[in-house]
């Protein structure tokens, strides 16, 4: 019954462009376009982004740089391409809890949906439930019960309010019944790496930045 809800939370990530008109000149690009991460390096949308300028470069025929600008669960980031001209040479990489959840728990100084144009849904991506390899729990069922026998003690490594990683634990403990501390951090990839040190629990995370430790057996899936 667990394992269906703990894939809810699918990520999207959606490349947003801060247009004005709608078109861009016959001549753009002219020189280099800042794509916007707004969480830490080394975290799934950080990774996605360096992929994506990587392949943009050639048919646009500039460079893309990707810069990091994190905080407030992405919307720090958010708002700096809201403060760029709207000439197409800032664009933002975000996902859902960017560019949908932090416009309704967040008092934002732009707007979401008239402040940016989208241009493509770039990739999705499940979320899956992580621990250190100190906790004893070795399935799903027994984590569930390990959890509710250390209510007020687990520690839950977030991306911040609002992201995916966030409430997708709150899903988990409204579901388990169970008290949970949230620690949030600058993005997923930093949050993993204290996982995996043994300073957290568990973790919601997207499958793309936790499989491959899990693989090395770094940390436990469940």
């Not at 991460?37 to 799934?44: D, L």
């Not at 634990?169 to 019944?177: K, R, S």
């Not at 949030?184 to 629990?201: C, E, N, Q, R, V």
């Amino acid at each position: 019954m667990l394992a269906r809800p703990l894939a809810v939370a699918v990520t999207v990530a959606v490349l947003v462009l801060s247009c004005a008109g709608g078109s861009l000149a016959d001549s753009f690009p002219s020189r280099p376009v800042t794509l916007v991460v707004p969480f830490g390096a080394g975290g799934p949308v950080d990774t996605l982004a360096r992929i994506l300028a990587e392949k943009m470069r050639e048919p646009l025929g500039q460079n893309v740089v990707v810069e990091s600008v994190t905080g407030a669960s992405g919307s720090l980031g958010v708002g700096r391409v809201v403060r760029s001209p709207p000439d197409g040479y800032t664009v933002s990489i975000g996902n859902w809890p960017t560019h949908v959840v932090n416009g309704a728990i967040y008092p934002l100084q732009y707007d979401l949906l008239k402040d940016f144009e989208p241009v493509a849904q770039i990739a999705s991506n499940p979320q899956l439930l992580v621990s250190k390899n100190a906790v004893p729990a070795k399935d799903l069922r027994e984590l569930v019960a390990w959890v509710k026998a250390n209510s007020d003690r687990v520690t839950v490594g977030t991306a911040g309010a609002g992201a995916a990683s966030h409430v997708t634990g709150v899903y988990f403990q409204n579901l388990t019944g169970a008290k949970l501390s949230f620690i949030p951090y600058k993005g997923t990839g930093p949050a993993l790496l204290d996982l995996m040190a043994g300073h957290i629990d568990i973790m919601f995370d997207q499958a793309s930045n936790a499989l491959p430790h899990a693989r090395a057996g770094k940390l436990r899936p469940y």
